[in-house]
């Protein structure tokens, strides 16, 4: 199972928008809306910041929206802040191996 | 509160296997999956396997399968993975991470366990 594509890198400036691509197939991504998303700051533990594609876990902020297009999953933050500033992961369910398969990642800098 | 607490770093040789367990307090062990995630020094994520702990049903990636191996005691609501036959590039963190079943959600994780190959 290849990794989900995600951009290596993506940046703003703070207040700003951004969004962070995820593109797999339609045995993955395309097949369900069980993509999630993850946060990792350097050194850090990864956190959970959408699931379900489009919900947020209670405490995670509402700069944070997730939406889906096909077999792409997409990440939005608005009104971008200097805490935002770390690795992104895609997540999906993978329908075939009854598995899960990660984005390779996306470091997001905030200038 | 939930809380996911990993055994400590470790180091090996190539060839030899590791065991690394994950402790679950703060909420009904047998009711979720564990899954086991892993990060190679300054690498993306890579999934590994899950145990739905309830069941005993387990899954591994293609990539390690016949070479890991996920268990529980629910008695002691720990799940544990083993890893045979390692390399070099078994390097990593390795996480576990809770999963309410039916859901690609992993909502809480453990601090992580650096395992350390080398000869």
């Known amino acids: 199972q290849s990794a989900l594509t995600q951009p290596a890198s993506v940046s703003g400036s703070p207040g700003q928008s951004i969004t962070i691509s995820c593109t797999g197939t339609?045995?993955?991504?395309?097949?369900?809306?069980?993509v999630s998303w993850y946060q990792q700051h350097p050194g850090k533990v990864p956190k959970l910041m959408i699931y379900?594609?489009?919900e947020r876990p209670s405490g995670v902020s509402n700069r944070f929206s997730g939406s889906k297009s096909g077999n792409t999953a997409s990440l939005t933050i608005s009104g971008l802040q200097a805490e935002d500033e770390a690795d992104y992961y895609c997540?999906?369910?993978?329908?075939?191996?009854?598995?899960?398969?990660f984005g390779g990642g996306t470091r997001l800098t905030v200038l | 509160q939930v809380q996911l607490v990993q055994s400590g770093a470790e180091v090996r040789e190539p060839g030899a296997s590791v065991e690394v367990s994950c402790k679950a307090s703060g909420y009904s062990f047998t009711s979720y999956a564990i899954h086991w995630v892993r990060q190679a020094p300054g690498q993306g994520l890579e999934w590994v396997g899950r145990?739905?702990?309830?069941?005993?049903?387990?899954e591994y990636s293609q990539k390690f399968q016949g070479r890991v191996t996920i268990t529980r005691d629910t008695s002691a609501s720990t799940a544990y993975m083993v890893m045979s036959s390692l390399t070099s590039e078994d390097t990593a963190i390795y996480y576990c991470?809770?999963?309410?079943?039916?859901?690609?959600?992993?909502?809480?994780w453990g601090q992580g366990t650096l395992v350390t190959v080398f000869s």
């Open positions: 145990i739905v702990v309830g069941y005993g049903d387990t």
């Open positions: 339609n045995s993955d991504v395309g097949s369900y809306d069980l």
């Open positions: 997540c999906s369910y993978v329908s075939s191996s009854n598995s899960l398969v």
């Open positions: 991470a809770r999963n309410p079943v039916g859901t690609v959600t992993l909502d809480h």
């Open positions: 379900g594609g489009t």
